[in-house]
């Protein structure tokens, strides 16, 4: 499968040019080529009008082109600031300065907003904190070309908006940052000029401020994209899913949380980040331990059940980190498309079958339009958008009564969204609940039946879905609301 295929582009020095396509249209590739992290078959980079060869990272660097990821690379044994500062690292004689590099590490937060835990190490820290971290490792050294892939997609919103305040000020110092997201309203606000890539190459550049939402939208996916709407529930039935005063350690922890999944909705969980989403997810899902309280599912205590005892009884998890907990890199895609059911229906006395395991395979691939090239291909080489959507059918085919899905559309194209909120809202109509954990506001307005918003590690509210709710749901984040 050809990632790029005679790709032509020009990007000019203090501009925001934004990247946009389909999942699997050749984004990250083309931007891992110009990092010097991939090497093209045939063509040219040209800086500044010399044509190059950047042979690797540390050669793109010295020529001031810096990459973040989408999936940061980092040392997982490290904190956040040995990973910050590692190869750059200042030096006090023939040692470490790290109290100058502490201070170095505070000065280009304070500059940009951003605020992650410094002393945690990356193999412990969410998503969102190793995202800061490489997003302030391209600007402590003064990049003059930054690269950003899905830069957004694990921050909060007013991260975002910190964000591209600093953005706006490195374009008007005349430096160049190459945008990619999916995120088009995103695009729209911060983007001087656009180049749409479809199917590895260059469809279009255009200037951003001659494109309204509909018409970037359509330049995205090649085709129209209709719009679902809020579509409530109609019969929610018993309690799929029970928390009673569920107590966790972390930072913040959970307090006393209780709250009700019923089979046929959507509960959403909102709040700014940070504020116990993710000690939840590890409760409900076994990966975390209780301090205190209960929990039910479909009215069995599984308060000590494991993990594996929770899936048997219908649990199915589309993990926040798909990367680190939704799947096995390195394994194929096939290995990966059975994992969990592999003592199932593909096996036969303990042993895979090969005809059974190649059906599941194509049917979880072709129901959820996965882009891949051979079955054996690890599932690294799958564009992000890919590698969810496999996992929201690997999850979906065990036909799960109770789904908990954070973050399920990270990283997903436009077309992407739609199609994976229509499979949530199925879901929920065949009479299974879905505990849904997002930052996307607006996808926990448009799918949820109930919102219930964290605060501090407590729940501070809870009101109904729909954008009409938009309002209720902001001052509950903020702790000035007064829902039920």
Not at 32 to 46: E, H, K, M, N, Y
Request: proline content about 5%; some cysteine; charged content about 25%.
């Amino acid at each position: 499968m050809i990632a790029n295929d005679d790709l032509s582009m020009d990007v000019h020095s203090g501009t925001v040019h934004a990247v946009v396509g389909e999942n699997g249209a050749g984004k990250t590739t083309l931007m891992r080529i110009l990092a010097g992290l991939d090497q093209p078959d045939s063509g040219t980079v040209v800086l500044d009008g010399e044509p190059v060869r950047l042979r690797g990272p540390g050669e793109a660097a010295a020529r001031g082109i810096a990459i973040v990821e989408q999936e940061p690379a980092m040392v997982g044994e490290l904190t956040l600031l040995e990973n910050l500062v590692l190869g750059a690292e200042p030096r006090r004689g023939p040692l470490i300065d790290w109290r100058g590099a502490r201070a170095r590490a505070h000065r280009v937060a304070a500059e940009s907003g951003l605020d992650p835990p410094w002393d945690t190490r990356a193999a412990d820290a969410p998503l969102n904190a190793r995202q800061q971290v490489a997003i302030l490792r391209g600007l402590l050294r003064s990049a003059r070309v930054l690269i950003l892939d899905e830069p957004t997609s694990a921050l909060a919103p007013e991260q975002v908006r910190q964000l591209f305040r600093l953005l706006r000020g490195l374009r008007a110092a005349g430096r160049t940052v190459v945008f990619i997201s999916h995120k088009l309203t995103e695009v729209l606000d911060i983007a001087d000029v656009v180049t749409v890539l479809r199917h590895g190459r260059a469809v279009t550049t255009v200037q951003a401020a001659a494109l309204g939402q509909r018409e970037l939208t359509e330049l995205a996916v090649g085709e129209h994209v209709p719009e679902t709407g809020f579509a409530p529930a109609a019969r929610p039935g018993g309690p799929a899913l029970t928390l009673a005063a569920v107590a966790a350690p972390g930072t913040p922890g959970l307090h006393e949380v209780s709250c009700t999944v019923r089979a046929g909705e959507i509960v959403g969980i909102a709040g700014v980040a940070g504020n116990g989403q993710d000690e939840l997810l590890g409760c409900v899902t076994g990966l975390r331990p209780l301090t205190a309280g209960r929990i039910l599912l479909h009215g069995k205590d599984v308060t000590a059940a494991t993990v594996a005892g929770r899936r048997a009884a219908g649990l199915g998890y589309i993990a926040a980190d798909r990367l680190r907990e939704g799947l096995a890199l390195d394994a194929s895609l096939a290995d990966n498309a059975i994992a969990g059911a592999h003592r199932g229906p593909v096996s036969r006395r303990g042993l895979l079958a090969r005809g059974a395991v190649r059906a599941a395979v194509d049917r979880i691939t072709g129901e959820y339009a996965v882009r891949y090239g051979r079955r054996t291909d690890p599932v690294r080489t799958l564009s992000g958008g890919n590698q969810q959507r496999l996992v929201l059918g690997r999850e979906l085919a065990r036909g799960p009564g109770l789904l908990v899905a954070a973050h399920p559309t990270r990283g997903v194209d436009v077309q992407g969204i739609a199609f994976l909120h229509r499979r949530l809202r199925a879901l929920r109509d065949d009479g299974a609940a879905v505990l849904l954990v997002s930052e996307e506001l607006d996808e926990l307005l448009a799918l949820s039946d109930r919102i219930v918003v964290l605060s501090g590690g407590r729940v501070a509210g809870e009101t109904g879905g729909g954008p009409h709710n938009r309002a209720a749901v902001g001052e509950l984040m903020l702790g000035r609301g007064g829902g039920r």
